[in-house]
């Protein structure tokens, strides 16, 4: 794999959402490349747009104007969103939940719970792979979250505010287990944040203000 495959690329692509006097226009004509190996901190204050950008990349909204292109290479895992909040299904324990995408795609259902348990032992939630999500906090449920998209090992990992809900050590291994998943696959990592020391772990950093997104910044 070429170091520098661009994954994704967006070309003057804004989202606006309502329309006429309602309109809201959530990211302006963004330009950006995500290519193999990137890792990239979103950063700005609450309503920048930064969610707004990652649903882009990932295609869950598709540009009002502009373009975003992906890679024709990132297959059906390609993307692994991490989505803020609540995400898993409640009927499922952790295990089955991190397991399922695999299951759907085909894998046998042992091949596929050993990859969510080798996934939950990253994040330091192998404890909990048989417990509900009723039965877990909101910091658990992120953490299993996160086990879910890194079992897939998934070339472009999208991150929504990963540590948001989680206290210090927590989120720092929560971190943690998303860059030594990115480092190990090769994956490229995108982290939306509003905290500096989250930014700081990664290597570029670009700020978005008012649905802008700023020039790059290294990160050193
Ligand atoms: N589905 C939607 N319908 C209408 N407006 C929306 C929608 N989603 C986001 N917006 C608006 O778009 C702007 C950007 O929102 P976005 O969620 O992308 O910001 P954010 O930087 O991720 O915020 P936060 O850090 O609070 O998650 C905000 O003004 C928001 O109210």
Redesign the pocket.
């Known amino acids: 794999m070429p170091a520098d495959e661009t994954l994704v690329a967006c070309q003057d692509a804004a989202?606006t959402?309502?329309r006429g006097a309602q309109a809201?226009?959530?990211?302006h004509g963004a330009n950006l490349v995500i290519t193999t190996g990137e890792r990239l901190a979103v950063v700005?204050?609450?309503?920048?747009?930064?969610?707004?950008?990652?649903?882009l990349l990932a295609g869950l909204e598709q540009p009002t104007s502009g373009k975003v292109i992906r890679s024709a290479s990132l297959g059906t895992f390609g993307i692994g969103l991490v989505f803020?909040g609540d995400s898993l299904i409640p009927a499922l324990n952790v295990l089955e939940n991190a397991a399922l995408p695999l299951v759907l795609a085909g894998r046998t259902e042992t091949a596929a719970q050993e990859a969510a348990r080798a996934a939950l032992d990253l994040v330091g939630a192998a404890d909990l792979a048989e417990r509900l999500p009723e039965e877990i906090s909101g910091g658990q449920a992120q953490r299993a979250a996160a086990a879910r998209v890194l079992a897939q090992a998934p070339r472009l990992i999208l991150a929504?505010?990963p540590t948001?809900r989680l206290d210090h050590a927590t989120g720092t291994r929560v971190l943690d287990a998303l860059l030594t998943a990115a480092d190990r696959t090769g994956a490229a990592l995108v982290v939306?944040t509003?905290d500096p020391a989250v930014a700081a772990r990664l290597t570029v950093r670009r700020s978005?203000r008012d649905?802008r997104l700023l020039a790059p910044e290294e990160i050193s």
Request: hydrophobic share 35%.
């Open positions: 989202l959402f309502g809201v226009v959530a990211v700005g204050p609450s309503g920048s747009g930064k969610s707004s950008l990652l649903h803020q929504d505010e948001g939306t509003h978005m649905g």
